[in-house]
């Protein structure tokens, strides 16, 4: 008796803490990559959320959700209102960060990345437009929050240098880390030429990827 | 009590009285030689006409007169011919005889009658056990005469130290139930305290020894087995070396064990007839499967629903894709391919063997394929259900207590998430440290564990290494063998 009077209170107190109702896997959206751009009236949350078809786990369609604000706890809450499911960051591998939040808002942007608990391993990296960059689509990843990261990776090894800048290395650089720049295909910028793949600056040198 | 009398007539009479209703009863009267008139009883198919004709009735007729007044103890000592004949002058005796296959014999001006050893009732004979077959190593199985399965250990053990002790169990069955043991390694406690629970059991009948084991066991609701049962003479004169019991019945090939630990869940015969290596792997495996079939389908309910940030990006997507469409939650998909894969387990041991392919196809298209493709279930928990039914088959003997632990971690899995099986592990340690068969911990030699006791567990070493028995009769001679 004693036993289970223990096991009970053990079992009661494990639910208090556990803080967690179960959620089937098709009411949530997994957020693939998220996008954060500086607009006139506040900031711009975009997330890219990768959509299975009904039992065609090999068929992914991607879609853009938005929404704007103040600051950027306002914006996320302005894209939940257009949501029927939940919002999942647990699995987002990417965040774009647009020109805008560079240098005044990164670390409103850590901060929320932390309390959403995006995992610490994502790539972080800087585009003149965040919402243009995830829209562009893909070809060989189902999302561009996959194929961003796997790009940096294939980067790195092929240079011997690491290209990909996680978030808590951001976060812990002090200001001055340089975060890989990425651009959407066929767009000029001043540093370079006209780049027709998709280039990463490191300390302000381009690298070109075929 | 009723008594035989002198008066044969009489006699007669009574025993017609008992058995008035039995087809099967014959009796014969004739004069014998000795110039008195006998009679002979027995009930047809219990006893062989053969054997009584042979043994008994002409010896009887062509014995010569002799000076012997008691023709009862005359007949026994000079004129029959069967190997076991003893005099009663108790009529109940008389009876319990014939049910167990004699001949009664009845004299005219005789108190006594003879109680003739004449058994003639066929057994199946020696086959191999469907349930414990081997790829290597004997292939002789127990058969329902527990008499010739006793002398089937024997023949494995031939040492006078070998003891069979015989107790009657069941108000009207009265089945003979033997304990047999080595009364040299056998713990003295031990075999008392089975004859104390055997001695209490009230019952009307023993049909199988499961009856037995339900009514001696140490927690009669558990749902772990702490009494072992095999139907292979050499797993148990194995069993009876290592200083355990083994109780036998009448009318059943299965032949009990204890103590019973649950380490013994995992060991097979085989393992100790295949090369070392061979057999530590499948131990091991064993093991692994047991631990993968409480805790696959939990574990994936609880990251599926609970800790989803925890499982691989495709795979979740890929959970999420094959998910859409079903109209029932993950906790009820669940439980509902488990109930399936129970009843095809349960339709797969039951049905005839030549329906097999029909049950190969109900089970592998309609349910596998078709139930899938009408959104009925998911593809992914198909799979986790049925991998977690394949590792369950390769513990049979923790087949009733497997299912219980896996629908129970599958629940609280969908209450807590990884916390509740967690809680379910630790409940399952709690309740397995408390348990015991006949005063040995159930988790020995885990429990306490020593490096003779480790090397027949988990793995199973070279006989060379393993020089003691197992641990649980401390008190008595635990050296297997001299160290080389």
């Known amino acids: ?210 | 009590m009723e008594t035989v009398g002198p008066d044969l007539g009489k006699n007669l009479e009574r025993v017609c009285a008992a058995f008035c209703r039995d087809a099967t009863f014959r009796q014969r009267v004739f004069q014998a030689g000795t110039g008195v008139r006998a009679a002979v009883c027995y009930l047809d198919g219990m006893a062989s006409a053969g054997e009584i004709r042979a043994g008994v009735i002409r010896p009887l007729m062509k014995a010569l007169p002799g000076d012997e007044p008691n023709a009862a103890a005359y007949a026994a000592e000079k004129v029959l011919w069967a190997t076991e004949v003893s005099g009663t002058g108790s009529l109940e005796t008389v009876f319990s005889g014939l049910l167990s296959g004699a001949a009664a014999v009845f004299f005219e001006g005789c108190s006594t009658a003879l109680v003739v050893d004449a058994k003639g009732f066929r057994s199946r004979g020696i086959q191999e056990p469907e349930n414990e077959t081997v790829l290597q190593g004997p292939r002789e199985g127990f058969d329902e005469v527990a008499v010739s399965n006793l002398a089937m250990i024997r023949r494995k053990l031939q040492t006078p130290d070998l003891c069979a002790e015989t107790i009657t169990v069941g108000k009207r069955s009265k089945t003979a139930v033997y304990l047999c043991y080595l009364r040299s390694l056998a713990s003295g406690a031990l075999v008392e305290e089975l004859k104390r629970r055997l001695a209490n059991i009230e019952i009307d009948g023993i049909l199988d020894t499961n009856y037995l084991n339900e009514l001696i066991r140490d927690r009669r609701l558990s749902i772990f087995k702490t009494v072992g049962s095999t139907e292979r003479p050499d797993v148990v004169a194995a069993k009876l070396l290592e200083g355990r019991v083994a109780i036998l019945a009448n009318g059943t090939p299965v032949v009990l064990t204890v103590p019973y630990l649950f380490a013994e869940n995992f060991q097979s015969g085989e393992d100790y007839y295949l090369n070392f290596w061979g057999a530590s792997i499948g131990r091991f495996l064993r093991y692994f499967c047991f631990f993968l079939t409480i805790s696959v389908p939990a574990v994936y309910l609880a990251l599926l629903t609970h800790h989803q940030r925890l499982l691989p990006t495709f795979l979740l997507l890929s959970s999420a894709g094959t998910r859409g469409g079903v109209p029932f939650s993950s906790l009820a998909e669940c439980l509902l391919l488990i109930l399936v894969l129970e009843i095809l387990k349960e339709t797969g041991a039951r049905m005839p063997q030549n329906l097999g392919h029909t049950l190969g196809i109900i089970g592998g298209l309609v349910v596998g394929q078709a139930a899938v493709e009408a959104r009925l279930v998911s593809a992914s928990m198909l799979i986790v259900v049925a991998v977690s039914g394949i590792a369950g088959l390769m513990i049979p003997r923790l087949r009733a207590a497997v299912f219980f632990l896996r629908v129970g971690f599958v629940l609280l899995a969908a209450w807590l998430g990884l916390p509740g099986c967690l809680l379910g592990g630790a409940f399952l340690l709690v309740r397995l440290t408390g348990t015991a068969s006949f005063g040995v911990s159930y988790l020995q030699p885990l429990e306490t564990p020593t490096a003779q006791g480790m090397k027949d567990t988990f793995l199973r070493l070279p006989w060379g290494k393993m020089l003691t028995r197992p641990a649980f009769n401390r008190n008595l001679t635990r050296q297997r063998r001299t160290k080389e």
């Open chain 1, 1 to 210: 008796m004693k036993q289970i009077a223990f096991l009970l209170s053990a079992a009661l107190i494990l639910l208090s803490f556990s803080g967690c109702r179960a959620v089937e896997p098709e009411e949530v959206y997994l957020i693939s990559a998220l996008g954060f751009d500086r607009v006139e009236d506040g900031v711009r949350l975009v997330a890219e959320v990768p959509l299975t078809r009904e039992n065609e786990a090999d068929q992914m369609e991607v879609r853009l959700f938005e929404g704007s604000g103040k600051s950027i706890p306002s914006a996320l809450e302005d894209m939940k209102n257009g949501l029927a499911r939940q919002l999942e960051f647990g699995h987002c591998a990417l965040a774009v960060l647009g020109e805008g939040i560079e240098e005044e808002t990164l670390d409103w942007v850590l901060e929320c990345l932390s309390e959403w608990q995006v995992p610490l391993s994502a790539t972080v990296v800087f585009s003149p437009d965040a919402r243009a960059l995830l829209g562009r689509g893909s070809l060989s990843a189902p999302a561009v929050g996959y194929e961003l990261p796997d790009i940096l990776r294939l980067i790195s090894k092929s240079r011997g240098v690491s290209f990909r800048c996680r978030v808590y290395e951001v976060a812990s650089s002090g200001g001055d880390f340089q975060i890989p720049r990425f651009l959407p295909n066929g767009e000029e910028v001043a540093e370079v030429d006209r780049l027709a793949g998709v280039c990463v600056y490191r300390q302000k040198k381009a690298v070109r990827i075929e």
